[in-house]
């Protein structure tokens, strides 16, 4: 018996050494002649056709990255790599260029685009200086070259500097180093990083001290990026590879559920033990309420006392004094019938505040929450009122007013359902089916009820950012305010009881780019 087990472990011990001398001999071949996947591996990295390469993701829930890697060509679309999007302001010539990419959760690859136009030859377009003193591509660059660690030693015409064509409260810009100087340099140094411009008159809609320490602590958590650098005006902040979500796939559950976790993991952020104290907790629905009420007021007047103008006259069509009357009702009509339970959507919770699809990036990992200027302590209502009315308004559009809307786009029922009911799991850490009426309905309701506070907000906002220096384009402001004014009424009109509705609603439709062309 004994010599019978000896054997067997002899046995065994013979086979793993045969098995080694095996894997080892497979190996040396691998790398001699290399394998059909190494192949296309080392011919995706020479240039060649790369026809597919899965890559794992950072939670099994996500959907699978695939690259599809092809040569640049003016000529001819292409799916660029994450590579390629680093690269691509030395590849293009163009004064504005996009690129086509194909990320997480995003079906169609032509439906997510890098907009930017190429300032570094440092030549000003017009209106880009008035928004602040650094908007300058001399001044960008020799910024650049004193903060981001490495880059001292390259001369301006090293750096590459593109606008970024989005985004309509600050002046963003993508820089990087030239191919040649990164091929000079090898590895080693940060190559691209992003830089932030806030305008002169900022401090009217936000207060930048509390912002920037915002976004200092949201860096430490790894939720916003990494800050590089600062100064009066301006911010440097760590690049990520990656294109905003169009507003037409956020109705897709897979992407709305990842927004909808991501939101509850957001708005859970201030029970952490060490989430900084200083933080003020009084909501900011009554606090912008009454404050950009005062600024539109006042920037209003500002227009009306002056000559008369275009500018004028649409201002006098908006009514602005309406807007101001509203907002000191809507400020406690929002919170009446509080039901004073958990999840109810009267929480103070740390929110964003702008939710929309150029804060909500798509990156090979899944979906990022980006752009927390606006972000403090809300109602939890609130940001997803907000969220939901985003899904009507498209804000990459290259004619005027551009940006579109789509009233009909606004999220069904039952997505409303599934959104909140993954919401409130994330939130409540608990299971809440989207059938869990006791929980789901209360939490609507109130959503609903803030959907109004969104529309109007960025109604004063839109007033105020009019008479201010625009980013990049010459948006509509005064517009996109009628917009959200006549949204707000006709919101109202269906939302609020009888005895408070105080104004008929106006006959307006929204431009709709599937639909009509006709202005709001």
Known sequence: ?????????????????????????LMRNVTRNGCGVCRKVAAGCSGRSL???????????????VFRNRSISNQQKHYATVFEIDHFADEHSQSQSSADVLTVGVHDAKSSQILFRDISDGAVPEGLAEFSDVSNPDVIARIASKSI??????RREDIVISQICEGLSNQLFKLSLSKKTREKIGGGLMTTALFRIYGREIATLIDADSEFE?????????????????????????????????????????????VASQLGRLHKLHRRHDFPREFSREPLTQVRLARWAEVAAIAAEKVLQGPESEFRRKLQELQVADMLEEAKWLSKWVLRDDLR???SGLD????????????????????????????????????????????????IEKEYPYYTTDLNAYPSIDLQKMFVSVYLSEYLETCILPTDDSFITPFLERVHRFTLVSHLLWALWSVVRAGQAHTFGEFDFLHFSQFRFDSYRRLKYQTAPTSDRTFPVRGRTSRSRDRSNQRC
């Open 214 to 258: 915002i976004f200092r602590c949201l860096g430490r958590y790894r939720i916003a990026p990494q800050m590089l650098a600062y100064g009066p005006g301006w911010r440097i902040e760590e690049w990520h590879q990656a294109v905003a979500l169009p507003t037409r796939l956020m109705k897709n559950p897979s992407i709305s559920c990842q």
């Open 149 to 154: 660690p490495g880059w001292a030693q390259f």
């Open 348 to 395: 103070v919770v740390f929110s964003h505040n702008d939710l929309q699809e150029n804060n909500l990036l798509q990156t090979q990992y899944g979906l990022r929450l980006i752009d927390f200027e606006y972000s403090g302590f809300n109602y939890q209502a609130a940001d997803v009122g907000n969220y939901f009315c985003e899904f009507t308004v498209n804000y």
């Open 341 to 343: 339970v958990s999840g």
């Open 1 to 25: 018996k004994w010599l019978g087990q000896a054997l067997r472990r002899c046995h065994d011990t013979l086979s793993f050494v045969i098995g080694v001398v095996l894997v080892k001999h």
């Open 51 to 65: 026809p597919f390469l899965p890559r794992l993701q950072a939670s099994p829930a996500q959907p699978t990255l």
